[in-house]
């Protein structure tokens, strides 16, 4: 049997769901998929999205480290970049990076976790 790899979601560690939510839904325009608690008073971990992005975010203990990154590849960074900046978010002002690999945006949560988007060249 051949093995494939169907989805991959990076799970990161929040502290604050009014700041990540702040930052993935206001900020990052995601949606909340769903939320899970054991029971109320319980940490949080939920499912947001936007398009083929999906990350996991947790409050919970040992599910992730604080300052993580995550690369991934897209097409429109241009559009993204304007998008992000016409939102006055006020802790966040990102450039666009030109390297050998594409261009990036690279985006900080308020939990140090690192989202790098990168549109490859065409030759690369």
């Known amino acids: 049997?051949?093995?494939?790899?169907?989805?991959?979601?990076?799970?990161?560690?929040?502290?604050?769901?009014?700041?990540?939510?702040?930052?993935?839904?206001?900020?990052?325009?995601?949606?909340?998929?769903?939320?899970?608690?054991?029971?109320?008073?319980?940490?949080?971990?939920?499912?947001v999205s936007r398009g083929d992005l999906v990350l996991h975010l947790s409050e919970h203990h040992g599910d992730a480290t604080p300052g993580s990154t995550l690369h991934t590849e897209l097409s429109g960074v241009h559009a993204l970049h304007a998008e992000l900046a016409g939102k006055g978010y006020p802790y966040l002002r990102p450039g666009l990076e030109q390297d050998e690999t594409g261009t990036s945006l690279t985006l900080t949560d308020p939990f140090g976790n690192r989202l790098r988007f990168t549109e490859p060249d065409a030759g690369a």
């Not at 929040?14 to 909340?32: R, S, W």
Request: proline share 4%.
């Open 1 to 47: 049997m051949d093995i494939v790899f169907h989805r991959t979601v990076p799970v990161f560690r929040i502290f604050d769901v009014a700041k990540a939510h702040e930052f993935y839904l206001g900020y990052l325009g995601c949606t909340v998929d769903w939320e899970h608690r054991f029971e109320a008073g319980m940490p949080l971990y939920t499912q």
